[in-house]
């Protein structure tokens, strides 16, 4: 069976220090991956998705980056964070199931700028 | 641009009760995914189930059905005999058949009663 990894669980950091999450997919090849932001109380933003490596399209302008060095990895980056890249951070892969395409969910990262 | 509407910022129910959450959409399109996931406190989203558009028969999982109303471009969900574990935020999302991305609406806070 397909799970999906996040590191790390919880994270803080200064304003203006770089940031790296990572997630890794099992159990599927050449998954389409996907990085999501959820501001408190609010839905999913779509941020990156990426079809296969070296492959990244982004769906806002905004302070980070997105990089899928191997098949089944997707890291969010950041030269320099911000106040507002404060959140929660879920990477996705969609699978076929049921003759239906479905995004299925890793964990999360709590991610806090201070 | 396609949207999603939860009217309901917070429901709550009785153990045991039956509550529906409302969801309506806007597309043009007339292929298209529709799905509820639950987010509980951990914030993993977690898939409570989903319907192809095409498909007149409303979906069931259990004790989570969805009321599937293409012309009026709804989709409530259903969650007989509420237990305490049903507990969370439920999100309805919508994606375009083919496309990559998933659009969420604002949620509905679900409080179980005991």
């Known amino acids: 069976s397909q799970t999906i990894h996040q590191w790390p669980a919880t994270l803080v950091q200064p304003v203006g220090s770089p940031l790296s999450l990572e997630c890794t997919v099992e159990?599927?090849?050449?998954?389409?991956l996907y990085w999501y932001r959820q501001a408190a109380g609010r839905g999913l933003q779509l941020l990156f998705y990426?079809?296969?490596?070296?492959?990244i399209s982004s769906e806002v302008p905004q302070n980070l980056s997105a990089s899928r060095p191997q098949d089944r990895q997707f890291i969010l980056s950041s030269k320099k964070l911000l106040l507002s890249d404060s959140g929660f951070y879920l990477c996705?892969?969609?699978?076929?199931?049921?003759?239906?395409?479905?995004?299925?969910f890793g964990p999360g990262t709590r991610l806090l700028v201070l | 641009a396609q949207t999603v509407t939860q009217s309901q910022p917070e429901m709550s129910v009785q153990e045991a009760e039956t509550v529906t959450l409302s969801c309506t959409y806007d597309?043009?399109?007339?292929?298209?995914?529709l799905f509820w996931y639950k987010q509980p406190p951990s914030r993993q989203m977690i898939l409570v189930i989903r319907?192809?558009?095409?498909?007149?028969q409303n979906a069931t999982e259990n004790r989570f059905s969805v009321n599937f109303q293409k012309a009026a471009k709804s989709f409530s969900l259903k969650i007989s005999d509420s237990q305490l574990g049903d507990a969370a935020m439920y999100f309805c999302?919508?994606?375009?058949?083919?496309?990559?991305?998933?659009?969420f609406g604002q949620g509905t806070r679900l409080t179980i009663n005991p």
């Open positions: 990426s079809v296969g490596i070296g492959q």
């Open positions: 159990g599927t090849s050449n998954p389409n």
């Open positions: 996705a892969w969609r699978g076929l199931a049921g003759g239906m395409e479905t995004q299925y």
């Open positions: 597309t043009s399109e007339s292929d298209y995914y």
């Open positions: 319907q192809e558009a095409y498909k007149q």
């Open positions: 999302a919508y994606s375009m058949w083919g496309a990559q991305k998933l659009v």
